[in-house]
């Protein structure tokens, strides 16, 4: 059971969900899903006065943008799932959807803006969205404003939203694209211990342009353009070599209980190697 | 030294509570709950339906597992106000009368069940893939069964279970299970 005095809060509209945000500010949060905020206030590991949810606002639904598509906040992932096709490179989402630990229940449950706002370093979303250049939409009491998704992850769990502002979706670009997926975690109920999100331009079997984003391996998405590994072919050097140059960005890895730094920095080289393979069919 | 008397104060004001209406298992239900209490809280305790448990809390064992507007969720992941108005489904919904759910009548058949504590979230998983997919892989099956904690490991026994349940879906695809 929580244990505070909790109250809760369904706003009509985004005017009234940001205006109680403003007010109560450290006091208050968004409810999305729920699987991440409801287990910690049960465990006490957050303390709030007010939870406010989005379920009521409209923002339930994928829909087609010039370039690509929009995702409303309280879209889950099994909605996104449903919103087929996947065009370009979108169809990165639709991987790292449909591996969503947890199984159906969390991904009914479960929203993508949810995991973008909470920034976990050991997730699929925040990764993904950074791979495909996704563009995150908030909107504070009175104004409105977009911010890419590379410059809003700031930290580990820590993320560019001001004083009464929340998310109110992400669009991402469907260009043309081969893509590929790979997550390393070593148990089924486990987190993410490293994720590879490869965007590939169509070239025949070269990689020029390619670029890869690590996720959960530093407090940061991780974006590597591969230029600088490529021969003048577009082909990468021996694996040892780019598993070196992959330690070599890293920096300060992210170390958990579920794996150490040295660990994720690792196995960083070969993730990456293997969504690129799987981006190219190999 | 003076002593001033302690002023009591109304529970309402010190928790905020509120009338919750919804429909579970095809009947409407009104209770009084309060804001912080969890779905799972609400079944149990103020409706008595044992049959959704509560295991780890967390969203990790799947045992609080009910169908919320016709999803698979769970219950311990949804506070109970952001449930007014939905359409729910508990275990003992499948079977209101007396004639088990096709995909029970699997897994007992099958020995899926052993402690049974697990079933909530084995039962609700298998209907959602079966919704989806009457002839799944063991690997599709492990991983739609992947939110779900047994404690007793019986494993191998639910995978069969929802292979049987797949089976008997075949067999008779005009079949409508309850609640879909």
């Given at each position: 059971?929580?244990?505070t005095?909790l109250?809760y809060h369904?706003p009509?509209?985004?005017g009234?969900a940001?205006e109680?945000?403003h007010?109560?500010e450290?006091?208050?949060a968004?409810?999305?899903?729920?699987?991440m905020l409801?287990?910690?206030?049960?465990?006490?590991?957050?303390?709030l006065?007010?939870v406010i949810d989005?379920?009521r606002?409209g923002l339930?639904?994928?829909?087609?943008?010039?370039g690509?598509?929009r995702?409303g906040a309280s879209?889950?992932?099994?909605r996104l799932?449903?919103a087929?096709?996947?065009?370009?490179?979108?169809?990165?989402l639709?991987l790292?959807?449909?591996?969503?630990?947890g199984?159906?229940?969390?991904?009914c449950?479960?929203?993508?803006?949810?995991?973008v706002a909470?920034?976990?370093?050991?997730?699929d979303?925040p990764?993904?969205?950074?791979?495909?250049?996704a563009v995150i939409h908030l909107?504070g009491?009175g104004?409105s404003r977009?911010?890419p998704?590379?410059?809003?992850?700031?930290d580990a769990f820590?993320v560019?939203?001001?004083?009464?502002?929340l998310?109110?979706?992400?669009?991402?670009?469907?260009?043309?694209a081969?893509?590929g997926?790979?997550k390393?975690?070593?148990?089924?109920?486990?987190?993410?211990?490293?994720?590879?999100?490869a965007?590939?331009?169509d070239?025949?079997d070269?990689?020029?342009?390619?670029?890869v984003?690590?996720?959960?391996?530093?407090?940061?998405p991780l974006?590597?353009?591969l230029a600088?590994l490529?021969?003048?072919?577009?082909r990468?050097?021996?694996?040892?070599?780019v598993d070196?140059w992959?330690?070599?960005q890293?920096g300060?890895?992210?170390?958990?209980?579920?794996?150490?730094?040295?660990y994720r920095?690792?196995?960083?080289?070969?993730v990456?190697?293997?969504?690129?393979?799987r981006?190219?069919g190999k | 030294m003076?002593?001033?008397?302690?002023t009591?104060?109304?529970l309402?004001d010190?928790?905020p509570?509120r009338?919750?209406?919804?429909?579970?298992?095809?009947?409407l239900?009104r209770?009084?709950c309060?804001?912080?209490?969890?779905?799972v809280?609400?079944?149990?305790e103020q409706?008595?339906?044992k049959?959704?448990?509560?295991?780890c809390l967390?969203?990790?064992c799947?045992?609080?597992?009910v169908?919320l507007?016709g999803?698979?969720?769970k219950?311990?992941?949804?506070?109970?106000?952001?449930a007014?108005?939905a359409?729910i489904?508990?275990l003992?919904?499948?079977?209101l009368?007396?004639d088990l759910?096709?995909?029970?009548?699997?897994?007992?058949?099958?020995?899926?069940?052993q402690?049974g504590?697990?079933?909530?979230?084995?039962?609700?998983?298998?209907?959602?893939l079966?919704?989806g997919?009457t002839?799944p892989?063991?690997?599709?099956?492990?991983?739609?069964?992947?939110g779900?904690?047994?404690r007793?490991?019986?494993?191998q026994?639910i995978?069969?279970s929802?292979?049987?349940?797949?089976a008997a879906?075949?067999?008779?695809?005009?079949?409508v299970e309850?609640g879909?």
């Amino acid at each position: 059971m929580i244990r505070t005095a909790l109250r809760y809060h369904a706003p009509d509209d985004l005017g009234e969900a940001t205006e109680l945000l403003h007010t109560h500010e450290e006091r208050a949060a968004v409810l999305g899903g729920g699987t991440m905020l409801v287990p910690s206030l049960t465990r006490g590991d957050r303390d709030l006065d007010h939870v406010i949810d989005l379920r009521r606002i409209g923002l339930g639904e994928v829909s087609s943008t010039a370039g690509g598509m929009r995702i409303g906040a309280s879209v889950s992932y099994a909605r996104l799932l449903a919103a087929q096709p996947f065009t370009g490179a979108t169809r990165l989402l639709q991987l790292a959807a449909e591996g969503i630990t947890g199984g159906p229940q969390i991904r009914c449950q479960g929203t993508i803006c949810g995991s973008v706002a909470y920034a976990n370093p050991s997730s699929d979303v925040p990764a993904v969205l950074v791979a495909l250049e996704a563009v995150i939409h908030l909107r504070g009491p009175g104004h409105s404003r977009a911010v890419p998704a590379e410059a809003f992850f700031l930290d580990a769990f820590t993320v560019d939203l001001r004083r009464g502002e929340l998310l109110t979706g992400v669009t991402v670009g469907a260009r043309s694209a081969r893509v590929g997926y790979y997550k390393l975690k070593l148990a089924e109920g486990s987190w993410p211990i490293a994720t590879a999100s490869a965007v590939v331009p169509d070239a025949g079997d070269s990689l020029i342009g390619a670029t890869v984003t690590l996720g959960a391996v530093s407090a940061r998405p991780l974006r590597l353009d591969l230029a600088p590994l490529l021969d003048g072919h577009g082909r990468l050097p021996a694996a040892a070599d780019v598993d070196d140059w992959v330690s070599a960005q890293l920096g300060e890895p992210w170390d958990d209980e579920l794996a150490p730094g040295d660990y994720r920095r690792m196995v960083a080289g070969v993730v990456l190697r293997r969504a690129l393979q799987r981006a190219q069919g190999k | 030294m003076s002593h001033t008397q302690p002023t009591e104060t109304p529970l309402e004001d010190a928790v905020p509570a509120r009338e919750l209406s919804m429909t579970v298992n095809d009947r409407l239900c009104r209770v009084r709950c309060e804001d912080r209490h969890l779905l799972v809280e609400v079944l149990r305790e103020q409706l008595r339906l044992k049959g959704t448990h509560i295991g780890c809390l967390n969203g990790d064992c799947g045992a609080c597992t009910v169908e919320l507007n016709g999803e698979p969720v769970k219950s311990c992941l949804v506070l109970a106000p952001a449930a007014e108005g939905a359409e729910i489904t508990t275990l003992e919904g499948l079977a209101l009368d007396r004639d088990l759910d096709p995909v029970q009548i699997a897994f007992w058949e099958n020995d899926g069940f052993q402690c049974g504590f697990c079933i909530p979230g084995q039962i609700f998983a298998t209907r959602r893939l079966l919704a989806g997919n009457t002839d799944p892989t063991d690997a599709e099956i492990r991983s739609a069964l992947a939110g779900n904690i047994c404690r007793c490991t019986g494993y191998q026994t639910i995978v069969e279970s929802v292979r049987a349940a797949a089976a008997a879906r075949r067999d008779a695809p005009d079949h409508v299970e309850k609640g879909t």
